[in-house]
């Protein structure tokens, strides 16, 4: 898990000036997302040096907005989505959220620069999900090869993120692993109660 949750922050990793982001097109939430937290980054990084929690506010302002986190949220419930409760449901959703935002601002504290090469997708004008592809280059040239699936909303049409894969192992699959089992042998109320234990932990 802290592996690819590394992966997933090094999309959002390129020095570069702030700017709108055209959220029709995937390739354009992959690569100019990447240059506005960065952006941000530099912008407060004296404060941040001040008070490192900033970064969470940093992540929930720049790079949520692009994460389709309740969609994720979805897919980990899985199976148990539909025994549970409209204030079950938004509970998770909001418990997950603050987990992802706590853990990636948590990695991005000690984060150091690599290269990224995106590989854009040419044809996604009929497709509802894509994955584009990354590779990571690292100071001694070695390359991770990883890969961002990306969602469609039918209503709105814009395209958001809500999975990495690193090294053949997605991060969705992963987090419904860990968390499918425990629903349903605690139940939902119990692993809420779990993330936002671990949300704590990370603020401490």
Same mark, same amino acid.
């Given at each position: 898990?802290?592996?690819?949750? &590394?992966?997933?922050?090094?999309?959002?990793?390129?020095?570069?000036?702030? @700017?709108?982001?055209?959220?029709?097109?995937?390739?354009?939430?992959?690569?100019?997302? &990447? +240059?506005?937290?960065?952006?941000?980054?530099? @912008?407060?990084?004296?404060?941040?040096?001040?008070?490192?929690? #900033?970064?969470?506010?940093?992540?929930?302002?720049?790079?949520?907005?692009?994460?389709?986190? +309740?969609?994720?949220?979805?897919?980990?419930?899985?199976?148990?989505?539909?025994?549970?409760?409209?204030?079950? /449901?938004?509970?998770?959703?909001?418990?997950?959220?603050?987990?992802?935002?706590?853990?990636?601002?948590?990695?991005?504290?000690?984060?150091?620069?690599?290269?990224?090469?995106?590989?854009?997708?040419?044809?996604?004008?009929?497709? /509802?999900?894509?994955?584009?592809?990354?590779?990571?280059?690292?100071?001694? =040239?070695?390359?991770?090869? !990883?890969?961002?699936?990306? /969602?469609?909303? =039918?209503?709105?049409?814009?395209?958001?993120?809500?999975?990495?894969?690193?090294?053949?192992?997605?991060?969705? @699959?992963?987090?419904?692993?860990?968390?499918?089992?425990?629903?349903?042998?605690?139940?939902?109320?119990?692993? !809420?109660? #779990?993330?936002?234990?671990?949300?704590?932990?990370?603020? &401490?």
């Amino acid at each position: 898990m802290r592996i690819l949750l &590394s992966c997933f922050l090094l999309l959002f990793t390129s020095i570069a000036t702030s @700017q709108s982001i055209d959220m029709s097109n995937p390739n354009s939430v992959i690569a100019d997302v &990447s +240059k506005q937290v960065f952006a941000r980054i530099n @912008q407060d990084a004296a404060q941040l040096k001040k008070d490192p929690t #900033l970064i969470n506010k940093i992540i929930a302002e720049q790079l949520l907005p692009y994460f389709d986190y +309740k969609y994720a949220a979805y897919k980990v419930m899985g199976v148990h989505l539909r025994g549970t409760s409209k204030v079950q /449901r938004q509970n998770f959703v909001n418990a997950f959220r603050d987990y992802l935002v706590n853990a990636y601002g948590h990695l991005l504290k000690g984060f150091k620069n690599q290269k990224l090469e995106i590989l854009d997708v040419s044809d996604f004008s009929n497709k /509802r999900i894509i994955t584009i592809p990354v590779r990571v280059i690292d100071s001694t =040239k070695k390359v991770t090869k !990883i890969s961002f699936k990306l /969602r469609k909303n =039918k209503k709105t049409g814009q395209w958001k993120v809500f999975d990495v894969i690193a090294e053949g192992i997605s991060l969705l @699959q992963t987090k419904q692993s860990e968390l499918t089992g425990l629903i349903q042998k605690k139940g939902i109320d119990h692993v !809420i109660e #779990l993330l936002k234990t671990k949300n704590i932990e990370f603020s &401490s």
